[in-house]
């Protein structure tokens, strides 16, 4: 009977301990679905509720009532195409840009920077350290009347002197650009630095030269990066708002700022919520089709 005992004793423990163990991934998985259900999907549930609301007649404004109006998202657009469509071409724009700066920047740490790398990888995050906003109000000072690129500019004989930059779809898509363009470095130098120096040797062996070992062998490894670092430039692009308000005028407002002075100046919660719950929508779907045409839908 003691043996008995012994043995249940002796069994039941592995188990008790597996079963412990069983628990341990959803434990440290526990903090992050709480702040993600808490701050986002919540939110966002929130969110969807207002964008089909209406204002009761004669009510006082921010007051808003439950109708399930949908037609809410059609009238939302249909006022604001201008800014919408504004939003994804100087978010596309910029990001082109940040691209073209970016690869050779990124391609240079990798391969070429040697003892120097890691001065130059604090170089490109440095802009972090200093505040987005403060970052964004000193190109109005370089793009400004007086700054240093419009009176370099106006030296040259073909260029007017009523030559403006600051205030101009230019400045904006520029101060987009110069704000997001750690955010494509980095993927880009992390997914080259990934690339073994033997597989671009094997090229050479094979009578490649160095345009078409680039073409045929770096680039397409850098992909994810490539693909991650336009994710990470595009998408906050397209949402942004301060560069268009700082940096730019009226006539080059995006849907970020369109959003942000329906939330805060005009009070009209269900078209600030149905404007964010289309731009999401179009940014998703965007996203979805890009990454399936690059062929990288593991990063999906």
């Excluded at 779809?169 to 980095?186: D, E, I, K, Q």
């Excluded at 693909?227 to 970020?256: E, R």
């Excluded at 919660?269 to 593991?298: K, N």
Aim: without cysteine; charged residues 10%; hydrophobic residues 50%.
């Amino acid at each position: 009977m003691a043996f008995l005992h012994g043995a249940t004793a002796t069994h039941s423990g592995p188990k008790s301990g597996l079963k412990s163990r069983s628990y341990t991934p959803y434990l440290l998985l526990a903090p992050g679905l709480i702040w993600l259900v808490t701050f986002f999907i919540i939110p966002i549930f929130s969110l969807a509720s207002t964008s089909t609301m209406v204002r009761p007649e004669g009510a006082q404004i921010g007051t808003y009532v439950q109708e399930l109006r949908f037609q809410n998202y059609v009238d939302a657009f249909v006022a604001n195409q201008d800014q919408y469509i504004r939003s994804f071409v100087y978010a596309g724009i910029a990001t082109i840009l940040a691209l073209a700066i970016a690869y050779p920047l990124a391609y240079m740490i990798a391969f070429k920077s040697g003892k120097y790398r890691n001065i130059l990888l604090v170089l490109v995050v440095a802009p972090f350290f200093t505040s987005f906003l403060l970052r964004t109000v000193a190109w109005t000072q370089i793009l400004g009347d007086e700054g240093p690129i419009v009176s370099t500019l106006k030296l040259l004989p073909f260029v007017d002197d009523t030559l403006r930059l600051t205030a101009t779809p230019f400045a904006v898509v520029s101060g987009l650009t110069y704000n997001f363009l750690p955010f494509m470095t980095l993927p880009l130098y992390a997914s080259l630095e990934r690339i073994d120096p033997r597989t671009l040797e094997a090229a050479g062996d094979l009578y490649a030269n160095g345009f078409t070992t680039f073409r045929k062998v770096t680039v397409p490894l850098s992909m994810p990066g490539v693909v991650a670092g336009t994710l990470l430039t595009f998408i906050p692009a397209a949402g942004d708002y301060v560069n268009a308000a700082l940096l730019g005028n009226p006539n080059t407002k995006m849907i970020g700022n369109v959003i942000e002075s329906r939330f805060f100046a005009v009070v009209d919660y269900p078209t600030a919520a149905a404007l964010s719950f289309t731009l999401m929508a179009t940014i998703l779907i965007l996203v979805t089709l890009y990454i399936r045409r690059s062929g990288t839908d593991e990063l999906v």
